[in-house]
Every structure is written in C-alpha cells, then in structure tokens.
C-alpha cells in the first residue's frame, strides 16, 4: 500500500456525473476524455509501484502542492534512501516524435513538453524543501505507460521511461539498497500535509440542476439506463446489480458534488433518481443515514 493513495479528483468525479446528464460541450468533452485517460495511465502506474519493497520506498500518488503562490502536481513520487523521484506519468497513445525538445503528434501540431513539466516541478519541489529545511537529491522522470505508444527520434540523453522499459525500471530500482529513517518519514508527512484537495484549475462547465437530465446511474458503468423492483437497481447496460439503498446514498453524494450548498430532501432524491418509485423508501433510507432536521413545514437531511 503506497504511503499516499491515489483518489479520484472531484473534478473527475463531477465530470463523470455531468457527462451522464447533459450534453458535454465539445471543449469540456475533450477534457473529460483527457482526465479519465490520465487517470486510468496513474492506475496503471500504481500497479507497477505496488512491487516496491514498502520498507526501502515511500510512495505518495497524487500531490497537489504549492510554493510561492504557485500549485504544481506530481503524479507520483517515491522517496528512496538517496533521492526523491518524482514519476510524471502520461497514458499517450499512438505515434509522437520529438524534435528540438519540443513534442508534435504526427500530424505536425506540438504538444506540452512533459520534459518541460518536470522541470518546473523541479523548481518549485527545491523551493519547497528549501522552504522546510529538508535536503534531498531529486531525480525526475516522465514514464509512458501505454504500450501502444510511440515516440518517434525519442532522444537518448533524457529521463524518460518508455513502456518497454517500466519492468526493468522498477526491477533495479527495488534491486537498490535503501534504508529509510526518521527523516525520510518526516519529508513524507510534510507532503503530505502540504497537499491541496482543492485544484485552482479546475475547468468545468457552467450547468445549473434544472438542465440536467435525471435519473439514477449505474454504480459501475454510470449508465442511467438502469430499473429498480423497489429491492435493487438493474443497468441494463452491463448487468450491474445493487441495492436500492446503495443507489440512493450514491445519488445523494452526487448532488452533493454538483451542488455543495444543496438540501437534501425526499422529493428532491425522489425527483433525482427517477425509477425509485417510493417516497416512503427514500425517506426511510435518508433517516437511516443522516440526520431529519426541520425548516418550517418540511423535512431536510444533513
């Protein structure tokens, strides 16, 4: 188990729920598609780290940290005896090349240099650690995790792991003698305590609770093509079967996302969810696990 787990982002979570009800513009289309694709590659990465020796490394996923008013994220850093090395992972897929330390996919347009990421990150990651009065080499790395990636004159002379060659990667780097202490643990907790739960660059789209579509989704495709007997909820996209308790917690937490100040009430989970057929249902769920308080003539839960 890494030292800092990897959660999915809210803004991954509340694009996942707008795609499923309403019509994504085409801007914010591409970005759900990026996110989702960047998310699945840091899972994939994940399964890689988990091989680590858990008493030589510590792994933290997913830092979101600032210094000198400016925010940066480190997808994944592992903290060895000797170094910190942050791991820039990018799922790209298909035919890339390289030229004069720039990126373009084949069809000439340039990408963000990851190279250019990390060294920014660098910067900042000095800064910090200079900050907290913590000395530790710092060795980055961008790692290409998708094997149907391809990076044509891929350059030689800079840190980046290519699909081919993760299992070898991770293979020495365990192979390594490293002993952590004290203040390895420390640099650790600082992290991450320093983490941001909250990105400043997050870019969803305007939307409001009229516009969108009801209904309850799938806990596992998120499709709403789903129907309920008043004892479980059916997708009739891919066979998933739950509960309609766990339907309806699962909803109520989605409102929540979309609409922090949002009060909750029965006709409102009634009127979300849509195949629950049974007021008295949701009501009894809703007093199960939260607390009934009164405003004026109705019922609202917290």
Same mark, same amino acid.
């Given at each position: ?7 999915? #982002?809210?803004?991954?979570? !509340?694009? %996942? ?6 019509? =994504?513009?085409? &801007?914010? *289309? ?5 996110l989702e694709k960047g998310y699945k590659g840091e899972v994939m990465f994940d399964q890689i780290t988990e091989g680590l020796d858990k008493s030589k490394f510590l792994i933290l996923n997913d830092l979101l940290l600032e210094t000198n008013s400016t925010t940066f994220q480190i997808d994944s ?35 963000? #240099?990851?190279?250019?990421? !990390?060294? %920014? ?6 800064? =910090?650690?200079? &900050?907290? *009065? ?82 309850? #989704? ?63 249902q949701i009501r009894r769920i809703l007093k199960k696990h939260y607390e009934a308080c009164r405003r004026g003539k109705y019922t609202y839960y917290e």
């Open positions: 188990m890494a030292y800092k787990e990897r959660v999915e #982002s809210d803004e991954l979570k !509340i694009f %996942r729920i707008l795609n499923n009800h309403m019509t =994504l513009p085409s &801007k914010e *289309k591409q970005i759900y598609s990026n850093s592992i903290i060895s005896q000797e170094n910190f090395l942050p791991c820039e992972v990018k799922n790209f897929e298909g035919d890339y090349y390289y030229k004069s330390d720039h990126f373009y996919v084949m069809n000439d347009n340039e990408i963000q #240099s990851p190279l250019d990421q !990390i060294k %920014r990150s660098d910067t900042l990651l000095r800064q =910090l650690f200079q &900050k907290k *009065k913590h000395s530790i080499s710092i060795k980055s790395n961008v790692f290409f995790v998708n094997p149907a990636f391809t990076l044509y004159q891929a350059p030689l002379d800079k840190p980046i792991i290519y699909p081919t060659q993760l299992n070898k990667f991770f293979e020495e780097l365990n192979a390594k003698s490293s002993i952590l202490k004290d203040n390895h643990y420390e640099l650790a907790n600082i992290l991450v305590k320093e983490h941001k739960t909250l990105s400043p660059y997050t870019r969803l789209p305007p939307y409001n609770y009229a516009q969108l579509k009801k209904g309850l #989704s799938c806990g596992l495709c998120h499709s709403l093509k789903v129907s309920s007997d008043g004892t479980i909820i059916v997708c009739h996209s891919c066979g998933c079967v739950e509960s309609v308790e766990d339907g309806i917690l699962r909803s109520v937490r989605e409102l929540q996302l979309l609409f922090p100040n949002i009060i909750i009430t029965t006709n409102l989970i009634f009127e979300w969810c849509k195949v629950i057929e049974s007021r008295k």
